[in-house]
């Protein structure tokens, strides 16, 4: 018996030391890490040869050996110096397809994390070979960098390769701790989301990585994702930020009318409620929807108020009290009608401004009142108070590269005496210690174009309001444009329209996505050594509340042109955009929860994504 049992032992011993054989990647079944004690050539035994040199790279020919990178990535085992890689077959190095999905491939291996975070960014050479990676999925869900690489670090290079029929699942979810993450784009704590990299340094080289029929899917997004690029998130190389293109487009307006049917829903259903933290109620700052934020047109407003500032509460000195506006959006009052696009960070009418007329033809009535203003240069450093400015409209226009033209504005006046004018603060590295007749430039009617030469102030924003800077910074997130009366008479407008259009682009202005693209088929890189790269490209913003899948497809040569299907839910009152740039005009049909939206071959396209489920589409040629 004790012989029978010792055979039976070794018979066991045996069948561990084959099965640990045969599955070099037992570490996945029985444990989340690697050895501890991985250097140098040891790290072969997660690809198919090679030591990692230059010379001698670790290749790369099975589903494993790409599941394993990640994971040695994500460890941080490969840190320690530049290590080299190469996808092709183990034998003759020929370039090869790895099918993710493929019978053989075991499931742990099918869905893996992207390659490199900023903890761990790669930052070795991934040299594809011609190679494809076909049916992979990318599983994004707690991670801030989201592709086939998450992040790619400084002086790394990755090139040469296909990637078919990928699925990138960014779905950051609430419960992902977030304290490492780093900043994009303007300081914000965000996801970044592309086909290829969802994050690629200055220095790092990415070039002839092309995707095939990709699907980027955000269906269960809960926390901030962005895309850049759609095949690349963000690129450190300019900030997250693509001067000139649709994310620079932006408008908006304010009408009477609108005023007037907002202002008297307010009245109608908050009434009794308190204002701005306080003890008074709406009906101080709108004592009829005739008198808008304000008491009449000719008195001296002391106690004031403006559009964009009021908040409201059904208890007194309520210090989280929402803005009044917001709160309407909320409670879902239709507040965007007629034309308008209030923007509460962009415009203001400040008290002392009546509504008169009827409707459609109603205006905004100004008298004079800018010997009420503070003086600019008194201001230096300290908040910027849009009630110290009362009747009044004020502006907050972004910066651009001209400042002599920083978009187009429409003034539609009623009609009678009085214009509008701008009171010019800023008098070339200072601003003016008084606000006089003589300073003010008139504001015309019908389109003109927006200088900063008449703006009032320059303003960062601070997260709580704006913060007037010195005239000469040439740092800040806001011209302050301050429009009154100029003279005696009373002025009616009917509406002041800001929009922004940007310039024409070029392949230049793309300079992060030259050599990569969308195409077709592996043919038309591989049988066009001249290859023309399309330039194709989109980026989005999402909150918690908005949900997305998108997948670009790219039609044959002979109908060269691509289809995009995009599918979204939005679960309360807000929207987004998802902005395409085309700039080789490539025939583009979009497709959005299977309705056909655009057809066309314009340059810039800009879709905003409502929550009611419709859609509005832009253009640019």
């Given at each position: 018996?004790?012989?029978?049992?010792?055979?039976?032992?070794?018979?066991?011993?045996?069948?561990?030391?084959?099965?640990?054989?045969?599955m070099?990647?037992?570490?996945?079944?029985?444990?989340?890490?690697?050895?501890?004690?991985?250097?140098?050539?040891?790290?072969?035994n997660?690809?198919?040869?090679?030591?990692?040199?230059?010379l001698?790279?670790?290749i790369?020919?099975?589903?494993?050996?790409?599941?394993?990178?990640?994971?040695?990535?994500?460890?941080?085992?490969?840190?320690?110096?530049?290590?080299?890689?190469?996808?092709?077959?183990?034998?003759?190095?020929?370039?090869?397809t790895i099918?993710?999905?493929?019978?053989?491939?075991?499931?742990?291996?099918?869905?893996?994390?992207?390659?490199?975070?900023?903890?761990?960014?790669?930052?070795?050479?991934?040299?594809?070979?011609?190679?494809?990676l076909?049916?992979?999925?990318?599983?994004?869900?707690?991670?801030?960098?989201?592709?086939?690489?998450?992040?790619?670090?400084?002086?790394?290079?990755?090139?040469?390769?296909?990637?078919?029929?990928?699925i990138?699942?960014?779905?950051?979810?609430?419960?992902?701790?977030?304290?490492?993450?780093?900043?994009?784009?303007?300081?914000?704590?965000?996801?970044?989301t592309?086909?290829?990299?969802?994050?690629?340094?200055?220095?790092?080289?990415?070039?002839?990585?092309?995707?095939?029929?990709?699907?980027?899917?955000?269906?269960?997004?809960?926390?901030?994702?962005?895309?850049?690029?759609?095949?690349?998130?963000?690129?450190?190389?300019?900030?997250?930020v693509?001067?000139?293109?649709?994310?620079?487009?932006y408008?908006?307006s304010?009408?009477a009318d609108?005023?007037?049917?907002?202002?008297?829903?307010?009245r109608?259903?908050?009434?009794?409620?308190?204002?701005?933290?306080?003890?008074l109620?709406?009906?101080?700052?709108?004592?009829s929807?005739?008198?808008?934020?304000?008491?009449?047109?000719t008195?001296?407003?002391?106690?004031?108020?403006?559009?964009?500032?009021?908040?409201?509460?059904?208890?007194?000195?309520?210090p989280?009290?929402?803005y009044?506006?917001?709160?309407?959006?909320?409670?879902?009052?239709?507040?965007?009608?007629?034309?308008?696009?209030?923007?509460?960070?962009?415009i203001?009418?400040?008290?002392?401004?009546?509504i008169?007329?009827?409707e459609?033809?109603?205006?905004?009535?100004?008298?004079?009142?800018f010997?009420?203003f503070?003086?600019?240069?008194?201001?230096i450093?300290q908040?910027?108070?849009p009630?110290?400015?009362?009747?009044?409209i004020?502006?907050?226009?972004?910066?651009?590269?001209?400042i002599s033209?920083?978009?187009?504005?429409?003034g539609?006046?009623?009609?009678?005496?009085?214009?509008?004018?701008y009171?010019?603060g800023?008098?070339g590295?200072?601003?003016?210690?008084?606000?006089?007749?003589?300073?003010?430039?008139?504001?015309?009617?019908g389109?003109?174009?927006?200088?900063?030469?008449?703006?009032?102030?320059?303003?960062i924003?601070n997260?709580?309001?704006?913060?007037?800077?010195?005239?000469?910074?040439?740092?800040?997130?806001?011209?302050?444009?301050?429009?009154t009366?100029?003279?005696s008479?009373?002025?009616?407008?009917?509406?002041?329209?800001?929009?922004?259009?940007p310039?024409?682009?070029?392949?230049?202005?793309?300079e992060?996505?030259?050599?990569?693209?969308?195409?077709?088929?592996?043919?038309?890189?591989?049988?066009?050594?001249?290859?023309?790269?399309?330039?194709?490209?989109?980026?989005?913003?999402?909150?918690?509340?908005?949900?997305?899948?998108?997948?670009?497809?790219?039609?044959?040569?002979?109908?060269?042109?691509?289809d995009?299907?995009i599918?979204?839910?939005?679960?309360?009152?807000?929207?987004?955009?998802?902005?395409?740039?085309?700039?080789?005009?490539?025939?583009?049909?979009?497709?959005?929860n299977?309705n056909?939206?655009?057809s066309?071959?314009?340059?810039?396209?800009?879709?905003?994504?409502?929550?009611?489920?419709?859609?509005?589409?832009?253009?640019?040629t």
């Amino acid at each position: 018996m004790k012989r029978l049992h010792v055979v039976k032992i070794v018979i066991a011993f045996l069948s561990l030391i084959l099965m640990v054989s045969g599955m070099t990647y037992a570490w996945y079944v029985n444990s989340s890490e690697y050895e501890g004690n991985l250097v140098g050539s040891s790290k072969v035994n997660y690809f198919a040869k090679g030591t990692g040199t230059e010379l001698d790279p670790f290749i790369i020919s099975e589903v494993n050996h790409m599941f394993n990178l990640s994971k040695l990535q994500e460890k941080g085992y490969l840190q320690d110096k530049v290590y080299h890689f190469m996808v092709a077959d183990k034998d003759t190095l020929a370039p090869i397809t790895i099918d993710f999905t493929g019978q053989d491939v075991a499931s742990y291996y099918q869905l893996f994390n992207p390659i490199g975070d900023h903890i761990y960014p790669f930052i070795g050479n991934f040299e594809g070979n011609e190679s494809t990676l076909l049916n992979l999925r990318i599983d994004g869900s707690t991670k801030q960098d989201i592709g086939v690489f998450g992040f790619i670090g400084d002086n790394a290079t990755v090139r040469n390769f296909f990637i078919e029929n990928p699925i990138i699942y960014s779905n950051p979810t609430s419960a992902t701790p977030i304290d490492d993450f780093h900043e994009h784009n303007e300081g914000h704590i965000n996801r970044a989301t592309g086909y290829i990299v969802g994050h690629l340094n200055s220095s790092a080289i990415l070039e002839k990585v092309y995707v095939i029929s990709p699907k980027i899917d955000s269906s269960g997004n809960q926390m901030p994702n962005r895309s850049q690029y759609g095949l690349i998130g963000y690129t450190q190389a300019d900030g997250g930020v693509l001067d000139g293109g649709p994310r620079d487009t932006y408008f908006f307006s304010l009408t009477a009318d609108w005023a007037y049917n907002v202002f008297d829903l307010a009245r109608t259903h908050y009434l009794n409620h308190y204002i701005n933290s306080g003890l008074l109620t709406l009906t101080s700052a709108i004592p009829s929807n005739i008198q808008l934020v304000g008491k009449t047109q000719t008195s001296n407003v002391p106690i004031n108020y403006s559009v964009s500032t009021l908040k409201i509460s059904p208890i007194p000195n309520d210090p989280n009290a929402p803005y009044l506006y917001d709160q309407m959006v909320l409670d879902g009052y239709e507040v965007n009608q007629l034309g308008s696009v209030y923007s509460r960070q962009n415009i203001d009418v400040v008290g002392g401004v009546n509504i008169t007329g009827t409707e459609g033809n109603r205006a905004f009535a100004f008298s004079k009142t800018f010997d009420k203003f503070p003086a600019p240069s008194t201001l230096i450093n300290q908040p910027f108070v849009p009630t110290n400015f009362p009747g009044s409209i004020i502006l907050y226009v972004r910066p651009s590269s001209d400042i002599s033209n920083l978009g187009t504005i429409v003034g539609d006046y009623l009609g009678g005496g009085g214009t509008l004018a701008y009171v010019a603060g800023i008098d070339g590295s200072t601003y003016r210690s008084s606000i006089k007749l003589n300073n003010l430039v008139t504001f015309p009617s019908g389109p003109s174009t927006m200088s900063g030469l008449n703006a009032f102030a320059k303003v960062i924003d601070n997260g709580n309001g704006y913060t007037v800077v010195p005239a000469n910074a040439a740092i800040f997130d806001y011209y302050v444009f301050v429009l009154t009366n100029s003279n005696s008479n009373s002025t009616t407008i009917k509406s002041v329209l800001f929009e922004y259009s940007p310039a024409v682009l070029n392949d230049s202005d793309l300079e992060s996505i030259k050599n990569v693209d969308f195409i077709n088929s592996k043919d038309d890189v591989l049988l066009s050594p001249n290859y023309i790269n399309s330039y194709l490209n989109f980026g989005y913003d999402l909150i918690g509340t908005q949900r997305l899948t998108l997948q670009v497809n790219r039609r044959p040569v002979t109908t060269d042109g691509f289809d995009i299907y995009i599918n979204f839910e939005i679960t309360d009152t807000s929207f987004f955009y998802i902005d395409f740039i085309n700039i080789n005009n490539k025939m583009v049909s979009i497709y959005v929860n299977n309705n056909l939206v655009f057809s066309g071959n314009n340059r810039i396209m800009i879709l905003r994504m409502n929550y009611d489920e419709t859609v509005s589409v832009k253009t640019y040629t």
